[in-house]
């Protein structure tokens, strides 16, 4: 069974950075597919960010320039760094993991999430 664990959520001011970490177990996850969804209140989960098995990414365009996505398949993490945030960005952070490239949110694996509240 595949777990993901989510940290790194927290309150910050507009314009500030926070740095995602998930953390994989129960497999290794070196070949999936791993990406950041978010959910703000109110609102539908929205794509983040994917990052492919050879490293190959993709941001939405509300997070290109800002977000860099990276992960280190040896300790089986994904990390999300996120730069000049706004208050837009407040939302829950989840992390997931597909078999396939997928960017539409058809992940096997799901985190618990992360709460990212950016203040302005």
């Known amino acids: 069974q595949v777990q993901l664990v989510e940290s790194g959520g927290g309150l910050v001011q507009a314009g500030g950075s926070l740095r995602l970490s998930c953390a994989a177990s129960g497999r290794t996850l070196s070949s999936y597919t791993m990406g950041w969804f978010r959910q703000a209140p109110g609102k539908e989960r929205e794509f983040v960010v994917a990052?492919?098995?050879?490293?190959?990414?993709y941001y939405a365009d509300s997070v290109k320039g800002r977000f860099t996505i990276s992960r280190d398949k040896a300790k089986n993490m994904v990390y999300l760094q996120m730069n000049s945030l706004k208050p837009e960005d407040t939302a829950i952070y989840y992390c997931a993991a597909s078999g396939n490239w997928d960017t539409r949110g058809n992940y096997d694996y799901w985190g618990q999430g992360t709460q990212v509240t950016v203040s302005s």
């Open positions: 990052i492919s098995w050879t490293g190959s990414t």
